[in-house]
C-alpha cells in the first residue's frame, strides 16, 4: 500500500492509505483525528469541513493523494486550549445543540474570518450556506462569528 505524508495540525504524519482514500477517513480511522464528522458524504452537509492551505474544505471529498505538502487543520488544531477567537464565541454565543455539525461551523468560520477580518452579512451568509445545522441554531452561529469578528478586530 503506498505511503503518503501529510502536514495535520502542524505535525508531520506519514499514513499507508489508496491514494483516492477520502481525507475524512484517514483523519478519523487512521490519525484517530475524530473532531471532524462524517455527515453526508457527498458534499452537502459540511460536516467534515476542514482548512487546506488555509481555504475550507470539505474533508469527505479530498483524496489523501491530494493533501500531500498541503497544510490540512482540524478543529483540534485550531488551538490547542480552545482559544481561537471562533472557539471562544462558540462558548460564549451557547452554539451548539447536538454539536454535531459544530466543528465543521467553526472551520468554515476561521477559514472565512482567516482571509477577511470583516466579512459582510452577504460574505458570511454565503460561506456558512454551505454547513448545514440539523438543530437549526444558525441564529447562534452568526451571533458567535459577530462575537469572533469583534474580539479579531480589537
Not at 466543528?103 to 477559514?111: L, R, S, W
Request: with cysteine.
Amino acid at each position: 500500500m503506498p505511503k503518503f505524508t501529510l502536514n495535520v495540525n502542524n505535525k508531520q504524519y506519514t499514513v499507508e492509505a489508496e491514494s483516492d482514500m477520502p481525507l475524512l477517513w484517514v483523519l478519523r480511522d487512521l490519525l484517530d483525528l475524530t473532531g471532524t464528522k462524517y455527515g453526508c458524504g457527498v458534499a452537502s452537509c459540511g460536516a467534515c469541513t476542514v482548512m487546506i492551505e488555509g481555504n475550507s474544505a470539505l474533508s469527505c471529498q479530498r483524496t489523501v493523494g491530494s493533501c500531500v505538502n498541503k497544510s490540512i487543520i482540524t478543529i483540534e488544531g485550531l488551538s490547542e486550549d480552545g482559544s481561537h477567537p471562533v472557539q471562544k464565541a462558540w462558548q460564549k454565543a451557547g452554539v451548539p445543540q447536538c454539536g454535531y455539525c459544530q466543528p465543521g461551523q467553526m472551520m468554515a468560520a476561521a477559514a472565512m474570518l482567516e482571509k477577511n477580518k470583516k466579512p459582510s452579512e452577504e460574505m458570511i451568509n454565503t460561506v456558512m450556506s454551505n454547513n448545514l445545522c440539523r438543530c437549526g441554531t444558525y441564529h447562534r452561529i452568526k451571533e458567535a462569528i459577530h462575537i469572533a469578528i469583534d474580539e479579531i478586530n480589537k
